[in-house]
């Protein structure tokens, strides 16, 4: 693959990263959700259609991010 050039995917989700990175909001709500989804729906992570997880184990999530434990700590 000539330099520069990477698949349409890799771009996308390139974009996709950088817009989410870009809002704060976004981000967060993504955090939550991932949290929630990982803790409830475990499953939808740890499936034999994802090769990551044959040989890892998933810590549980926590109830709050960093951010919003660090804020009811010290603000």
Known sequence: ???GYG???KKMGIRAM????????VFN???KA????IKHL???MSNKLNP???????????DQSFS???RKRYE
Do not use: D
């Not at 950088?18 to 909001?25: M, Y």
């Open 1 to 3: 693959m000539k330099e």
């Open 7 to 9: 698949p349409a995917t």
């Open 18 to 25: 950088n817009w989410t990175l870009s809002n704060p909001g």
């Open 29 to 31: 709500t993504g955090g």
């Open 34 to 37: 991932g949290r929630w989804v």
């Open 42 to 44: 475990p499953f939808i």
């Open 52 to 62: 990551w997880f044959k040989q890892r184990e998933m810590p549980e999530a926590p």
């Open 68 to 70: 919003e434990w660090y």
